[in-house]
């Protein structure tokens, strides 16, 4: 224990508790009180410290970092409302539970005590059994507390790790041409997650274009997205023929097919010699044509149900015609769902709205546009889902 008066205001500390034992800090202007304070928590196993007043209670908080305070409310300088006030304003010690002792009964008192960040009232006269089984509760609802944040602070941690890993398998930069340009956006939900997209060179102006959307979001949809990349870069031979690069995709994932997962995905080829794209769709939003004299719309796609579910008897393919200056968007639902703080979905009208508005933009200048317009819809609210977009811009 540790005694301070008013002329004793920073008392050597003694050593701290080993691991598992609490640090308590007794305060009370009255020496028989704190006595009985001290000779009811002796014997607990914590580290017990008393403090005379208010300041000193200050000054032994920041120094010990007590877990536990119970403290008076009537204290002559400092009472214990200024006290707590200053404790819960410091980041230092505004973790320390405090539980107040005031001979008080209005509810009023015990109203303003807990919206200053008190969590409990002991009434005076004091009573052992219930000073003890009340200090025993709230170190084990602190303890517990500090359990569920560290666990949430190596979660975090782990998926940190887990979402630089997966950007290290999307394209570094993507390729170049004088007839097509492309640029891209990736922003995950949840530090990892299961959107995917990649451009493939082909040969001379050819190029194989893939958005893919796991379902579900943080590890284990970044590890399916994870396998979805190194199996379409396994197959190399498919990559000219969408149809086979859907098909040969649920086909090695046949062992995932009765489980929870299912992965949307849409894979087109984009010739700039013909300026043509040859895709094929697994229940993935179609890609929207940008056409400055005729607006945005989306274009028409046979579509076959999402992949990793069933087997795929045949998969459709679709061909389009494109023109100079066209844009071709490519985009995951995380776009067309994601909400305000209000709930309210920025939507595919809004979208499209967008993009008609940008005029002849160039793709790079598009995605920062459509970045921005979603970062300002959301007003600082987190993604739900991950976000992809992609842009194809014909020359």
């Not at 959301?378 to 991950?386: C, F, L, V």
Request: proline content about 8%.
């Amino acid at each position: 224990m540790t005694g301070t008066g008013p002329a004793d205001r920073a008392p050597a500390l003694p050593p701290a508790p080993p691991p598992g034992q609490a640090t308590i800090l007794v305060v009370d202007d009255s020496a028989v009180n704190l006595q009985v304070l001290v000779r009811t928590l002796h014997g607990t196993g914590h580290r017990v410290l008393a403090a005379r007043d208010g300041r000193a209670a200050l000054e032994i908080a920041r120094r010990a970092r007590p877990d536990l305070m119970l403290l008076d409310v009537m204290m002559p300088e400092l009472d214990g409302f200024d006290v707590c006030r200053a404790i819960k304003a410091d980041p230092a010690t505004q973790d320390i539970v405090v539980i107040f002792l005031s001979a008080l009964g209005d509810v009023a008192d015990k109203v303003s005590g807990l919206a200053l960040g008190a969590v409990d009232y002991v009434t005076k006269p004091i009573q052992a059994e219930e000073v003890l089984a009340r200090v025993a509760n709230h170190l084990t609802r602190q303890s517990l507390e500090r359990e569920l944040r560290s666990s949430r602070d190596r979660l975090n941690r782990e998926l940190e790790s887990t979402g630089r890993m997966q950007r290290l398998i999307l394209p570094p930069s993507l390729p170049s041409h004088p007839s097509l340009q492309f640029a891209a956006s990736y922003q995950t939900s949840r530090h990892a997650g299961g959107d995917y997209y990649d451009v493939l060179p082909l040969g001379p102006g050819q190029f194989g274009v893939m958005v893919a959307d796991v379902s579900g979001h943080g590890a284990p949809a970044a590890i399916i997205m994870a396998m979805i990349r190194a199996a379409l870069h396994s197959h190399p031979g498919t990559h000219g023929d969408p149809a086979a690069v859907l098909r040969t995709l649920n086909d090695h994932f046949a062992y995932l097919w009765d489980t929870a997962m299912f992965a949307t995905a849409i894979y087109a080829v984009a010739d700039a010699e013909r300026r043509e794209l040859h895709l094929a769709c697994a229940g993935h939003p179609p890609p929207l044509l940008v056409r400055p004299s005729e607006g945005v719309k989306p274009i028409p796609v046979d579509a076959v149900p999402p992949l990793l579910l069933m087997e795929l008897d045949t998969v459709p393919c679709s061909r389009v015609s494109l023109r100079s200056g066209d844009r071709v968007v490519f985009y995951t639902d995380g776009i067309t769902e994601r909400v305000d703080s209000h709930g309210q979905m920025y939507d595919f009208d809004r979208l499209a709205a967008t993009l008609a508005a940008m005029g002849p933009a160039d793709p790079s200048s598009m995605v920062e546009a459509l970045e921005a317009d979603l970062a300002a819809f959301a007003d600082g609210h987190e993604p739900d889902d991950d976000q992809t977009l992609l842009v194809i811009g014909f020359e």
